[in-house]
């Protein structure tokens, strides 16, 4: 049986605390909230027990912040495309933040097995002065355990309506995307970090963070191809390819550290998670 799952994050305002309210349905979980910078920045971990998706399964999660509030969301291991037998299996992750609102999006890779037929999708609505420092990673196949990304289907969609998109289908058979200088030129990893806002960034302040992430982007490891451009004034947009999750990974969480230093004046603060 295909599982439906939801999961529903409510962040508010308590005086100087953010803190969540959460619903759930299905195999879809909520760690508890954790304040490792304080009681300003709600950290959270999704779980979802079942560990992967098949064909026929669905994910839903819809996250909201109110007015002043700052979540960061995390998980503790990769999302996993299994093998379909011909069903389609989705995630789908919509986002809303309001005035002031800061979210940090900042998941483990997506695995894209052998055989999948997927479809993965993140959109979110900017309030004017909101911001959001995500990234999406996604791996083809587990060329590392003799599975490469032979056969199946990954669509991705990230977007935010009237501001930025990226859609694309992934067929394993397209051998001219999969391998051509102009495609993936052979890589099995890919990722997009952004740091988004529901208002103009000033010009100043968009060329001392572009500087800033190219600075950290410097020195990245063999065969990682990496770059980061402002697509437009609300904008900043790091796109990298690898041949694995590991140096790729590695690269945007550099990016993450110095985005929320130096667009926020935040420290580098991890999430537990990726320190298990």
């Not at 109110?66 to 979540?71: E, I, L, M, P, V």
């Not at 056969?151 to 935010?160: A, D, V």
Request: glycine share 10%.
């Amino acid at each position: 049986m295909p599982w439906h799952a939801r999961l529903q994050l409510d962040y508010r305002r308590d005086a100087d605390r953010t803190v969540l309210h959460h619903a759930h349905e299905g195999p879809l979980r909520v760690l508890k909230s954790l304040y490792p910078e304080g009681h300003a920045i709600c950290h959270n971990v999704l779980v979802h027990p079942p560990a992967g998706l098949v064909g026929g399964d669905r994910l839903d999660i819809d996250i909201r912040l109110q007015s002043g509030t700052h979540g960061l969301i995390s998980t503790p291991g990769a999302t996993r495309f299994y093998r379909s037998e011909g069903e389609l299996a989705q995630q789908r992750v919509r986002v809303q933040l309001e005035a002031g609102a800061r979210l940090e999006w900042v998941p483990l890779e997506t695995i894209a097995y052998p055989d999948c037929i997927a479809h993965n999708h993140w959109s979110a609505t900017l309030a004017p002065g909101a911001e959001c420092l995500g990234w999406d990673v996604c791996a083809l196949g587990l060329p590392g355990a003799g599975q490469p990304f032979e056969r199946g289907t990954l669509t991705q969609h990230l977007g935010i309506p009237g501001l930025w998109r990226e859609e694309a289908t992934i067929d394993a058979a397209d051998t001219r995307l999969l391998q051509s200088p102009l495609g993936l030129g052979g890589q099995r990893c890919m990722g997009t970090l952004w740091l988004a806002s529901g208002s103009p960034l000033e010009r100043p302040r968009r060329e001392a963070l572009l500087e800033a992430v190219r600075a950290a982007l410097e020195g990245a490891p063999e065969r990682v191809q990496v770059a980061a451009t402002c697509p437009n004034p609300q904008m900043l947009v790091v796109r990298g390819l690898a041949p694995l999750v590991e140096p790729l990974a590695t690269v945007f969480q550099r990016a993450w550290a110095v985005l929320r230093t130096q667009a926020w004046g935040l420290p580098n603060t991890p999430p537990r998670i990726w320190r298990v």
